[in-house]
Protein backbone atom coordinates (compact mmCIF):
# COMPACT_ATOMS: atom_id res chain seq x y z
CA UNK A 1 0.00 0.00 0.00
CA UNK A 2 1.11 3.44 -0.30
CA UNK A 3 0.35 7.11 -0.88
CA UNK A 4 0.98 8.77 -4.12
CA UNK A 5 1.62 12.82 -3.76
CA UNK A 6 -0.51 14.71 -6.51
CA UNK A 7 -0.81 18.54 -6.70
CA UNK A 8 2.84 18.73 -6.00
CA UNK A 9 3.53 22.34 -7.51
CA UNK A 10 0.01 23.66 -6.27
CA UNK A 11 0.39 24.74 -2.75
CA UNK A 12 -0.93 27.64 -3.67
CA UNK A 13 -4.49 25.95 -3.64
CA UNK A 14 -4.50 23.95 -0.85
CA UNK A 15 -0.93 21.86 -1.33
CA UNK A 16 -0.01 18.20 -2.14
CA UNK A 17 -2.45 15.89 -1.74
CA UNK A 18 -2.19 12.24 -0.87
CA UNK A 19 -4.05 9.24 -2.49
CA UNK A 20 -3.89 5.72 -1.64
CA UNK A 21 -2.78 3.02 -4.15
CA UNK A 22 -2.95 -0.86 -3.93
CA UNK A 23 -5.10 -1.14 -0.79
CA UNK A 24 -5.40 -4.43 0.62
CA UNK A 25 -8.67 -5.57 0.89
CA UNK A 26 -9.78 -5.48 4.40
CA UNK A 27 -8.71 -2.04 4.61
CA UNK A 28 -10.26 -1.28 1.12
CA UNK A 29 -13.81 -2.53 2.48
CA UNK A 30 -13.49 -0.71 5.60
CA UNK A 31 -12.77 2.32 4.29
CA UNK A 32 -15.93 2.08 2.05
CA UNK A 33 -18.49 0.99 4.60
CA UNK A 34 -17.56 3.85 6.41
CA UNK A 35 -16.72 6.37 4.03
CA UNK A 36 -14.49 8.17 6.33
CA UNK A 37 -12.06 7.02 9.01
CA UNK A 38 -9.70 8.59 11.47
CA UNK A 39 -6.06 8.24 11.16
CA UNK A 40 -3.54 7.86 13.76
CA UNK A 41 -0.07 8.18 12.66
CA UNK A 42 2.70 5.85 13.60
CA UNK A 43 5.78 7.63 14.61
CA UNK A 44 9.30 6.80 16.09
CA UNK A 45 7.32 7.43 19.50
CA UNK A 46 4.33 5.61 18.88
CA UNK A 47 1.31 6.39 17.86
CA UNK A 48 -0.12 9.78 17.83
CA UNK A 49 -3.82 11.30 17.40
CA UNK A 50 -4.06 13.21 14.51
CA UNK A 51 -6.44 15.63 12.50
CA UNK A 52 -6.29 13.29 9.51
CA UNK A 53 -9.22 10.94 7.49
CA UNK A 54 -9.14 8.36 5.25
CA UNK A 55 -11.92 9.25 2.50
CA UNK A 56 -13.15 6.73 0.31
CA UNK A 57 -13.59 7.39 -3.42
CA UNK A 58 -17.26 7.96 -3.21
CA UNK A 59 -17.70 10.53 -0.60
CA UNK A 60 -16.32 13.84 0.64
CA UNK A 61 -15.90 15.63 4.20
CA UNK A 62 -18.89 18.05 5.22
CA UNK A 63 -18.53 20.67 7.63
CA UNK A 64 -18.45 18.79 10.48
CA UNK A 65 -16.00 16.18 9.26
CA UNK A 66 -18.15 13.45 8.78
CA UNK A 67 -19.00 11.47 5.28
CA UNK A 68 -21.46 12.29 2.69
CA UNK A 69 -21.26 11.38 -0.68
CA UNK A 70 -19.29 12.61 -3.03
CA UNK A 71 -17.25 11.98 -6.54
CA UNK A 72 -13.47 12.50 -6.09
CA UNK A 73 -12.86 9.60 -7.58
CA UNK A 74 -9.87 8.35 -5.14
CA UNK A 75 -9.34 7.06 -1.84
CA UNK A 76 -7.41 9.21 -0.18
CA UNK A 77 -6.33 11.50 2.95
CA UNK A 78 -7.91 14.48 3.67
CA UNK A 79 -6.03 17.07 6.47
CA UNK A 80 -9.76 17.31 8.47
CA UNK A 81 -8.49 19.48 11.34
CA UNK A 82 -4.68 19.49 10.86
CA UNK A 83 -2.43 22.27 9.53
CA UNK A 84 -0.14 20.24 7.16
CA UNK A 85 -0.39 17.36 5.17
CA UNK A 86 -0.08 14.07 5.79
CA UNK A 87 3.44 14.13 3.81
CA UNK A 88 4.45 17.26 5.70
CA UNK A 89 3.52 15.25 9.47
CA UNK A 90 5.48 12.15 7.87
CA UNK A 91 8.41 14.08 7.31
CA UNK A 92 7.98 16.13 10.70
CA UNK A 93 8.03 13.35 13.19
CA UNK A 94 10.60 11.53 11.05
CA UNK A 95 13.09 14.09 10.30
CA UNK A 96 12.96 13.55 6.49
CA UNK A 97 14.53 15.71 3.85
CA UNK A 98 12.70 18.54 2.38
CA UNK A 99 11.33 18.04 -1.34
CA UNK A 100 8.25 16.75 -3.01
CA UNK A 101 7.62 12.86 -2.24
CA UNK A 102 6.56 10.94 -5.39
CA UNK A 103 5.34 8.22 -2.91
CA UNK A 104 5.19 7.24 0.42
CA UNK A 105 4.67 3.54 1.57
CA UNK A 106 2.67 2.66 4.44
CA UNK A 107 0.94 -0.26 6.25
CA UNK A 108 -2.23 -0.13 7.83
CA UNK A 109 -3.69 -1.13 10.82
CA UNK A 110 -7.01 -1.04 12.01
CA UNK A 111 -7.82 -0.72 15.59
CA UNK A 112 -10.89 0.86 17.56
CA UNK A 113 -12.23 2.01 14.34
CA UNK A 114 -8.87 4.45 13.43
CA UNK A 115 -6.73 3.58 10.53
CA UNK A 116 -3.03 2.98 12.09
CA UNK A 117 -0.81 4.41 9.38
CA UNK A 118 3.27 3.34 9.34
CA UNK A 119 5.09 4.78 6.70
CA UNK A 120 7.62 2.56 5.51
CA UNK A 121 9.66 4.14 2.60
CA UNK A 122 9.55 7.05 0.86
CA UNK A 123 10.65 8.63 -2.76
CA UNK A 124 11.42 12.24 -3.62
CA UNK A 125 10.85 13.37 -6.80
CA UNK A 126 13.50 13.02 -9.12
CA UNK A 127 15.40 10.40 -7.20
CA UNK A 128 16.17 6.93 -8.51
CA UNK A 129 15.34 4.43 -5.45
CA UNK A 130 12.55 4.37 -2.64
CA UNK A 131 14.57 5.07 0.90
CA UNK A 132 13.57 3.13 3.95
CA UNK A 133 11.79 4.74 6.95
CA UNK A 134 13.19 3.59 10.29
CA UNK A 135 10.54 1.91 12.38
CA UNK A 136 10.85 1.19 15.80
CA UNK A 137 9.18 -1.96 17.75
CA UNK A 138 7.76 -0.72 21.59
CA UNK A 139 9.49 2.87 21.29
CA UNK A 140 9.11 3.99 24.71
CA UNK A 141 9.87 0.44 26.82
CA UNK A 142 11.93 0.10 29.53
CA UNK A 143 11.61 -3.04 31.10
CA UNK A 144 13.86 -6.36 32.59
CA UNK A 145 13.46 -7.63 29.07
CA UNK A 146 13.49 -5.11 26.40
CA UNK A 147 14.94 -0.83 26.69
CA UNK A 148 14.04 1.07 23.58
CA UNK A 149 16.29 2.23 21.31
CA UNK A 150 15.47 5.57 22.62
CA UNK A 151 15.87 4.90 26.37
CA UNK A 152 18.94 3.86 25.06
CA UNK A 153 20.07 6.97 23.70
CA UNK A 154 18.85 9.15 26.13
CA UNK A 155 20.61 7.19 28.98
CA UNK A 156 23.98 7.51 26.77
CA UNK A 157 23.40 11.12 26.63
CA UNK A 158 23.21 11.58 30.60
CA UNK A 159 26.13 9.12 30.81
CA UNK A 160 28.12 11.53 29.37
CA UNK A 161 26.52 15.01 30.25
CA UNK A 162 24.72 14.52 33.46
CA UNK A 163 26.49 11.55 35.01
CA UNK A 164 25.93 12.67 38.10
CA UNK A 165 22.24 12.13 38.29
CA UNK A 166 22.35 8.77 36.02
CA UNK A 167 22.17 5.98 38.68
CA UNK A 168 19.18 8.01 40.56
CA UNK A 169 17.11 8.48 37.06
CA UNK A 170 17.93 4.51 36.49
CA UNK A 171 16.64 3.59 40.29
CA UNK A 172 13.27 5.85 39.86
CA UNK A 173 12.59 3.85 36.29
CA UNK A 174 13.59 0.72 37.89
Known amino acids: ?12 SGGPQYYFHDLSEPVKLYLRTKGAVS ?6 YGATKSD ?3 VDKDHKLDGSHNPIPGSVGHDRIQQGRAKQSIGE ?6 NLPNGNFERIDIDIDILENIFYIT ?19 NPLTFTRDHVSALWN ?10 SSILYWALTEMG
Open 52 to 54: FFA
Open 153 to 162: RQLEAMQKHQ
Open 1 to 12: MYLLQTKQGSRA
Open 89 to 94: AIRHWY
Open 39 to 44: VALVTP
Open 119 to 137: PLYYKVNHRKNRSPISTVR
